[in-house]
T-cell receptor, first 111, second 113 residues
Framework: QKEVEQDPGPLSVPEGAIVSLNCTYSNSAFQYFMWYRQYSRKGPELLMYTYSSGNKEDGRFTAQVDKSSKYISLFIRDSQPSDSATYLC???????????FGTGTQLKVEL | DAGITQSPRHKVTETGTPVTLRCHQTENHRYMYWYRQDPGHGLRLIHYSYGVKDTDKGEVSDGYSVSRSKTEDFLLTLESATSSQTSVYFCAIKRDRLNTEAFFGQGTRLTVV
């Protein structure tokens, strides 16, 4: 069993929809939770970072962490075609080196 | 991109040949990483460096070696390439251990035939 599970999709939504992306994990030591966005043939770029449990909002993006359920989510409001990308969750037990990534969810926002 | 250049961007090589991938940064960040990305596996850490001449293994280090003789350069070497090492390789940098944001390069697409 992988430490981090993420539905690979693809997920297709109409423009303007609210998108929910999720990851589950098994390692209770994870404290730092990140979401990366990766466009086709590009490197991942950090979207959101959350420490421990709770919510964090940045523009159209909201990250949620529920450590009791070992479940994290990324919500995208008013989705745009430019949001079409693969979204990777990543976690670490400390602020240190080892990031454990999910396999990524491919999102397509259609006009 | 945050001052990270990977070279080459694409390479096709034959089984059994040595291959070296280069990551060059202009940010003077201390930490540098090599990941590989494969369908169904996501990003997996190969090796990382926490300073000049200071390196350590990641979760998929077998068949790979690294060197860092200067702050700005981190080299990944496949001593004898195998088809299982066909992948997209990403370099990443991080300012320090506690800083959470890792900046990624554009990737190197390696095919071993």
């Amino acid at each position: 069993q992988k430490e981090v599970e993420q539905d690979p999709g693809p997920l297709s939504v109409p423009e303007g929809a609210i998108v929910s992306l999720n990851c589950t994990y098994s390692n209770s030591a994870f404290q730092y939770f990140m979401w990366y966005r990766q466009y086709s043939r590009k490197g991942p770029e950090l979207l959101m970072y959350t420490y421990s449990s709770g919510n964090k909002e940045d523009g159209r993006f909201t990250a949620q962490v529920d450590k009791s359920s070992k479940y994290i989510s990324l919500f995208i409001r008013d989705s745009q075609p430019s949001d079409s990308a693969t979204y990777l969750c990543a976690m670490s037990a400390g602020g240190g080196n080892k990031l454990t990534f999910g396999t990524g969810t491919q999102l397509k926002v259609e006009l | 991109d945050a001052g990270i250049t990977q070279s080459p961007r694409h390479k096709v090589t034959e089984t059994g040949t040595p291959v070296t991938l280069r990551c060059h940064q202009t940010e003077n960040h201390r930490y540098m990483y090599w990941y590989r990305q494969d369908p169904g596996h996501g990003l997996r850490l190969i090796h990382y460096s926490y300073g000049v001449k200071d390196t350590d293994k990641g979760e998929v280090s077998d068949g790979y070696s690294v060197s860092r003789s200067k702050t700005e350069d981190f080299l990944l070497t496949l001593e004898s390439a195998t088809s299982s090492q066909t992948s997209v390789y990403f370099c990443a940098i991080k300012r320090d251990r506690l800083n959470t944001e890792a900046f990624f390069g554009q990737g190197t697409r390696l095919t071993v035939v």
